[in-house]
């Protein structure tokens, strides 16, 4: 048997402290109630037990004042611990601005994440300390939800959408994830660690080569790290995207020039994009992935509903570079796409 | 009428096979249902004794992993739709309703027996379900795993559940039609006894809610069987749409278990007590706010699937709301006590130990509603150790505490009385052993349904599960006295608790009829007298 009997959870993030002092909040007037309710109860069945067996209670009806007592303190008690549950779940649900991305799928049964730099891994999430981590996150398959108890955080991976997950982790460390939706057969091995490492130490890490450490985490059900090697760890996200996007033959289509068959896709990321019905939506991650997949759902105003979908043509991984490199066209071309602004920016554009 | 003659009960009205199938009478249905749902306990229970004997060690060395997914999906599905949602509404409400209204039978008896003979037919599918090799979904039956992924009996279940629901449709119908139309002259609604109006809110959240699980689960095999893309996003599909739908049937399902567990807490309390209850008219309206407000928090199940803030923050504070009639009942069930004459006799000690474990669990329940905590929490352990405090220390202690109570009514006979004190503190102790550590490891970070989990875990689930021996103990005992009793118990006598209710006031076991002549109620429930006039 195990000899350690830990009882409560290591704090590894800025929110975790926040979290745990919520919860002791909770335990504190928890444990007020519980024993002020058991006080009274055995209390009461001490003081007024039945001496003789002809006793009969005395003749009470009840109290309005003690209802309203008894409704009003508890219903005030409860808001309080709802707006100090919202405050910390609202930076918990935000990510900051400057958060660094790493892309997570998540797929029975196993994790699996790429840094936007390149470098892949299996069932290890290596980050920065001191910085804020942003982790866009799907599965390939059924649901999952990406769990690191030091941290405080939980986000489910669900097939078909994006969900997004941030933290910042603030003691270098290796630390437990976890799935924590039920997946099927192996879902307890689907587990892992996240090590938390100085900045410096992480920008070392992200130069070195995949091959190693995937081969060593990947061990119980291994199939994913060679079998779907896009570029391995040769470009970054965006590059890779862009790759993709050459390959695809999307080019042929959004161009960014007069009468191309598609729309621009510099700005898509972050604007509003108006449709054929009149309906509007903003350019986030599900929406590029959307127009990818099924592309006559949303039809740019101006343009034909004539894209073919490429549904069962890209993996969840090259999806998500696709959209990196459309995310970064956004970057390089804010608005201006008219200039030409190099090869790679603004000369596209995609369906929508 | 020839069967006035005395000794003539309802159960020693005809002995053939055929006159308890065919029967129509609603106190020998529910001893029907008494025996069906006890032996679907036994069998959810031995999927729990597996599940308690894999986690003894931290590797899953006991059964394999799918063996371990069918063990806890078939210990939920059999626990929760075949022996917690019909438990007290079908065996006791079965029962008590029309005797406590004055009734002679509820309103539509063939129905109430066809409602019995839905539940075994969606009992045996789902029997078939788990013999020709389980199901492995959880009892949640997410998609898109339950839908496409799980290659296991997933078609089988979910009808069994279908059809199961509409024995629970069917009863809530019959109680709502019986308490409205046939309550005996002089008692108005608010004389009615308080396991009545639980039973109220209960059978509306019964056909209200059980369309929507049993038309999702057909959507389920329907997707499942014939390729329709509902949930599964490679069909086109939706998978957080599922958890919309079941979560809306299945969190005011709680209540569909613990309503009637507090109606039984109102009777015995006030009966040991020999008090009437502390604000009546609260506890009775605060059933129905449970029932209403039990529908609008479903959401707090989805907090971390990716549902939009503005969501989550409303299903939180909804959900902090529908914690306030619990609380206002544990108030006044408390404050009855004062002043009373208390003894403690079996359904007491139960009804005791229902008031701990249903606080701890309704507190524990408000670190769930709270979306800072919940984030971290859900899915965990923690979340197992609350709904077992609200479905086996809330509504089991609550459904024990009403067997022991009503058990001189229903057979005539007393239960031996020490026996029955030791195995009510077997199962408040064993019952804490096992489930409290389940907070702590949850809070460590220890997620549900895992076959097998990290070292330093150990040591609280081996807490647990040897908890789980000393309440299986608590849990047996009852199977052999109660049954004991039947013949050795010393004669009840229509009223052994000299508690108030219509029920009380026939003999016991009932005559078929109930009442020799329709009752005429002229005083309040709970009309146990008085020590000294005393207003407060």
Wanted: net charge negative; hydrophobic share 50%; glycine share 8%.
């Amino acid at each position: 048997m195990s000899s350690t009997l830990p009882l409560f959870p290591e704090q590894a993030s800025t929110i975790a402290s926040q979290v745990d002092l919520l919860y002791w909040f909770l335990v504190a007037v928890s444990l007020f109630f519980a024993v002020l309710i058991a006080a009274i109860v055995l209390g009461f069945a001490v003081k007024y037990r039945r001496r003789s067996d002809d006793e009969v209670g005395a003749d009470i009806h009840g109290s309005l004042a003690l209802e309203l007592l008894w409704t009003v303190i508890p219903f005030g008690i409860a808001l309080v611990m709802f707006a100090w549950g919202a405050h910390v779940y609202l930076q918990i649900a935000r990510p900051p601005d400057n958060s660094m991305e790493i892309f997570v799928v998540g797929k029975q049964w196993m994790w699996k994440i790429q840094h936007m730099e390149g470098r892949r891994e299996i069932n290890e999430l290596h980050v920065p300390i001191g910085k804020p981590v942003k982790l866009t996150i799907t599965s390939e398959d059924v649901i999952h939800s990406f769990y690191i108890p030091a941290f405080r955080v939980k986000k489910d991976a669900v097939p078909g959408r994006y969900t997004e997950l941030w933290f910042e982790a603030t003691k270098p460390g290796t630390y437990h994830l976890f799935c924590a939706e039920y997946c099927g057969t192996e879902h307890s091995k689907m587990i892992g660690q996240v090590i938390a490492m100085e900045p410096a130490a992480y920008e070392e890490w992200l130069t070195q080569s995949d091959v190693q450490p995937v081969a060593v985490a990947a061990a119980p059900g291994a199939d994913a790290a060679p079998a779907d090697a896009v570029p391995a760890s040769a470009a970054d996200m965006a590059k890779a995207g862009e790759n993709l996007f050459l390959q695809k033959g999307c080019l042929a289509c959004h161009m960014d020039a007069p009468g191309s068959l598609g729309p621009s896709l510099a700005g898509v990321y972050g604007n509003e994009r108006k449709f054929q019905d009149g309906t509007t939506a903003v350019g986030d991650e599900t929406y590029i992935r959307e127009s990818i997949l099924n592309p006559l759902k949303h039809v740019v105003a101006g343009y034909q509903p004539v894209m073919p979908t490429f549904q069962g043509q890209l993996s969840e991984q090259e999806l998500m570079q696709l959209i990196q490199y459309v995310k970064s066209l956004a970057q390089a071309a804010p608005g201006d796409a008219a200039d030409g602004s190099g090869a790679d920016a603004a000369t596209t554009g995609e369906e929508s | 009428m020839e069967a006035a003659a005395t000794g003539t009960n309802y159960l020693n009205n005809g002995y053939g096979v055929a006159s308890w199938l065919l029967t129509k009478d609603h106190k020998r249905i529910a001893v029907l249902y008494l025996i069906s749902i006890t032996v679907m306990f036994l069998l959810g229970s031995l999927f729990a004794v597996g599940i308690r004997v894999e986690l003894l060690t931290p590797q899953g060395d006991v059964f394999g992993a799918d063996t371990y997914n069918k063990l806890f999906t078939m210990h939920g599905v059999v626990m929760v739709f075949f022996f917690l949602l019909p438990s007290i509404p079908a065996v006791l409400g079965n029962f008590l309703v029309p005797m406590m209204i004055g009734a002679r039978d509820l309103a539509f008896p063939r129905i109430n027996l066809a409602s019995w003979y839905i539940y075994v037919i969606g009992a045996a599918f789902s029997m078939y379900a788990m013999i020709a090799g389980g199901v492995d979904t959880g009892w949640t039956f997410y998609t898109p795993y339950s839908s496409g992924a799980s290659n296991t009996n997933v078609i089988p279940m979910a009808v069994g559940i279908f059809i199961t629901g509409f024995s629970s449709i069917l009863t809530g119908l019959n109680f709502i039609v019986t308490i409205h139309r046939m309550r005996a002259p002089g008692l108005t609604w608010f004389r009615l006894p308080l396991f009545i109006w639980a039973h109220y809110a209960t059978s509306l959240i019964m056909i209200l809610g059980t369309p929507v699980i049993a038309i999702t689960l057909l959507l389920v095999a329907l997707e499942r069987g014939l390729g329709i893309g509902i949930f599964d996003p490679a069909l086109g599909g939706d998978p957080i749409l599922f958890q919309h739908l079941f979560w809306f049937y299945s969190h005011p399902a709680v209540y569909i278990m613990i309503l009637p567990a507090m109606g039984v807490i109102s009777e015995t309390i006030t009966c040991f007590a020999r008090k009437q209850i502390f604000g009546y008219s609260f506890v009775a309206i605060s059933s129905l706010a449970i029932a209403v407000l039990g529908f609008l928090v479903w959401g707090h199940h989805m907090f971390v699937s990716g549902q939009s803030v503005y969501a989550a923050l409303v299903f939180s504070v909804l959900s902090f709301a529908v914690a306030i009639p619990s609380a206002v009942k544990v108030f006044n069930w408390s404050a009855t006590l004062y002043k009373g004459a208390i003894s403690f006799e079996a359904p007491m000690l139960y009804v005791i130990g229902f008031i701990g474990l249903f606080t701890i669990g309704g507190l524990t329940g408000l670190f769930l509603s709270n979306l800072g905590v919940d984030i971290h929490v859900h899915d965990t352990y923690f979340v197992v150790a609350h709904f077992h405090y609200i479905m086996v220390g809330g509504a089991i202690m609550g459904y024990q505490a009403g067997l022991h109570f009503w058990w001189p009514k229903m057979f005539g006979k007393m239960y031996p009385e020490n026996p029955a004190r030791i195995s009510a503190a077997l199962v408040f102790i064993g019952f804490n052993l096992t489930f409290f550590p389940q907070f702590i490891v949850g809070y460590l970070g220890m997620p549900r349904r895992y076959h097998a989990y990290p070292d330093e875990f150990q040591v609280l689930n081996v807490l647990s599960t040897a908890g789980a021996s000393i309440l299986a103990l608590g849990y047996l005992l009852p199977a052999f006295y109660l049954l004991w009793s039947l013949k050795y118990g010393r004669d009840a006598g229509p009223n052994p608790w000299r508690a108030k209710g219509l029920e009380w006031t026939t003999p016991s076991p009932p005559p078929t009829e109930n009442f020799e002549s329709t009752p005429y109620v002229e005083e309040d429930a709970y009309a146990y007298g008085t020590r000294e006039a005393h207003v407060v």
